[in-house]
């Protein structure tokens, strides 16, 4: 079992950067791919970035590429995700997620407010 815990969140205005963390406890994340997706009031479940276990292949969401990165602290067991020149679309609940061998989301954060103000 493995319990995430996003942070970081919060209201910022268009241009800034934040970061956000995932916790993981329970079990290291590194035995999973973590993905972050966003989700904005009225729309469909957004994939923002996404990184395979050990790091080895990160792919992106159009609407944010080059402005986003994912890293990880393996001693904290956390990932963030970095995000720069943040834009009024970019206001969403921000979720992490597991992904295991199969393929499937496992576990999932409860999410994190981002609030960008033009």
């Known amino acids: 079992q493995v319990q995430l815990v996003e942070s970081g969140g919060g209201l910022v205005q268009a241009g800034d950067s934040l970061r956000l963390s995932c916790a993981a406890s329970?079990?290291?994340?590194?035995?999973?791919?973590m993905v972050w997706f966003r989700q904005a009031p009225g729309k469909e479940r957004e994939f923002v970035v996404g990184?395979?276990?050990?790091?080895?292949?990160?792919m992106y969401g159009d609407s944010v590429k080059g402005r986003v990165t994912i890293s990880s602290d393996n001693a904290k067991n956390t990932v963030y995700l970095q995000m720069n020149s943040l834009k009024p679309e970019d206001t969403a609940v921000y979720y992490c997620?597991?992904?295991?061998?199969?393929?499937?989301?496992?576990?999932w954060g409860q999410g994190t407010q981002v609030t960008v103000s033009s």
């Open positions: 990184s395979t276990r050990g790091g080895g292949v990160t």
């Open positions: 329970g079990r290291t994340f590194r035995t999973y791919d």
């Open positions: 997620a597991a992904r295991d061998n199969s393929g499937s989301f496992v576990y």
